[in-house]
């Protein structure tokens, strides 16, 4: 009889050793491994706030919003995205007269520099939009975006959609600054339009 319960207990000790070895000996909860991921930043994500890169082009900060592609030309600095391009004029041979005429004044520039910049030269611009806007530096820009009517090389006559941007600088003269979208489509206009109201609302004079 004492063989036999003790036969009985021996086996009841393997089981509770055989048991607690399925769980590493370990009683407290294991974490739930769906929560593990969840709490781990997601390496697919992209970063919520984009890094913006800053261009400094004679005497003036420019912001441009995500990564472009930069190359010169004689009167400016361009940038290009798959969706858009812009070119910014950074000579000071434009005298400031009054806001109304500022359009006016700068399209001999505007031609030569889209010729330069796109291989488009427009003999004609047509503003549906204008509006003035004071940016949280103190810079007075005007904002216009309309349609030009020019040669674009190899391709003859077209209309371009555009937008440009128009600031006068201390030693009032005009600057500025003239994008175009690479398709007619409306999602590389609006890819332009942002572009251009990043580079508006940071416009400053340089440190």
Known sequence: MKRFLAFILA??????LAACGSNGGNTDPQPDNDQNQTDEPSKDDPAKDMEH???????YSFT?????????????????????SLVIYCFDDIDFDTWDNVTDSAFKHV??????????????????????IENDYGETILKVSGTMEGDQTGEGTMNR????????????????????PKD????????LDAAM????EN????A
């Open 161 to 180: 959609q555009f937008i440009a941007f128009y600031y006068v600088t201390d030693e009032n003269v005009v600057r500025f600054c003239v994008g175009v």
């Open 111 to 132: 031609r030569s520099t889209m010729r330069a910049a796109f291989r488009f030269q427009p003999s004609e611009q047509t503003n549906s939009t204008s509006s003035k």
């Open 53 to 59: 890169r800053v261009e400094e082009v004679l005497g």
């Open 184 to 191: 007619d489509s409306s999602a590389s206009y609006a890819a």
């Open 11 to 16: 086996a009841l000790m393997l089981l509770t």
């Open 197 to 200: 109201d990043t580079l508006i």
């Open 64 to 84: 441009f919003d995500g990564d472009v592609d930069e190359r010169t030309v004689t009167d400016g600095l361009i940038a290009e995205t798959e969706e858009y």
């Open 203 to 206: 416009l400053k004079k340089a």
